[in-house]
């Protein structure tokens, strides 16, 4: 079965540079969620997207942006890199279904900020 | 590679009743291990980790590594802990693997 899908897997950036995220939900899943994970520490939620609104925000820096487009696929964008957005970046997808859905986890993507 | 299973998808249980999450991991060494909640529509949330020992609201695990398990209980469910389950560890790279959850639905 598919799964959900991030690219790239790996990234490394400069200071100050721009970085894109991609992540491609389960077919047919219509809710999108960003977690980024630090060295060592829990996964932190970024912001969530249901039907291409943002559903839940969390602590996304004002530099970071994010949508989900009409084929539910979601993009992070994240501007002027600092050495601390250094972290696994994973979503998640699920189905809204008006209870408590399943979320299946991407494989993340490893960003390293030189 | 380490590896968390959850092997039921779904528990009901009545208001009142004891509840008993199972989660089983595969690790040769001294795993951390956790457990997050999702309530409806919401955001993923750390519940509980094994080397704090603490219990939120009302919830327990321990580490059983005879059996390589970490099972979420609570003696009396509520009807407010209606929600998503998921074990989970760190993989080597520090990574955290998720189990594959367990919905629970406590009835009135």
């Known amino acids: 079965a598919a799964g959900v899908i991030q690219s790239p897997r790996h990234l490394i950036k400069e200071k100050r540079e721009t970085a894109t995220l991609k992540c491609y939900p389960i077919?047919?899943?219509?809710?999108v969620y960003w977690y980024q994970q630090g060295p060592g520490q829990d996964p932190q939620f970024l912001i969530s997207?249901?039907?291409?609104?943002?559903?839940d925000k969390g602590s996304i820096p004002d530099r970071f942006s994010a949508q989900q487009f009409s084929d539910y696929h979601s993009e992070l964008n994240m501007s002027s890199l600092e050495l601390g957005d250094s972290a696994l970046y994973f979503c998640?997808?699920?189905?809204?279904?008006?209870?408590?859905?399943?979320?299946?986890f991407g494989p993340g993507t490893r960003l390293l900020v030189l | 590679a380490q590896r968390v299973t959850q092997p039921e998808k779904l528990l009901s249980v009545f208001k009142g009743a004891p509840v008993e999450l199972k989660c089983n991991y595969s690790?040769?060494?001294?795993?951390?291990l956790f457990w997050y909640v999702q309530y409806s529509r919401q955001r993923l949330q750390l519940l509980l980790r094994h080397i704090s020992r603490e219990s939120i609201k009302g919830f327990t695990a321990d580490l059983n590594k005879g059996e390589t398990s970490f099972h979420l209980k609570k003696p009396f469910a509520q009807e407010e802990d209606s929600a998503m389950y998921y074990c989970?560890?760190?993989?080597?790279?520090?990574?955290?693997?998720f189990g594959q959850g367990t919905e629970l639905s406590v009835k009135p």
């Open positions: 997207f249901y039907e291409k609104m943002q559903s």
């Open positions: 998640a997808s699920s189905l809204a279904a008006g209870g408590p859905e399943t979320q299946y």
């Open positions: 989970a560890t760190y993989n080597q790279g520090g990574k955290l693997i």
């Open positions: 077919p047919r899943h219509d809710t």
């Open positions: 690790y040769s060494g001294s795993p951390e």
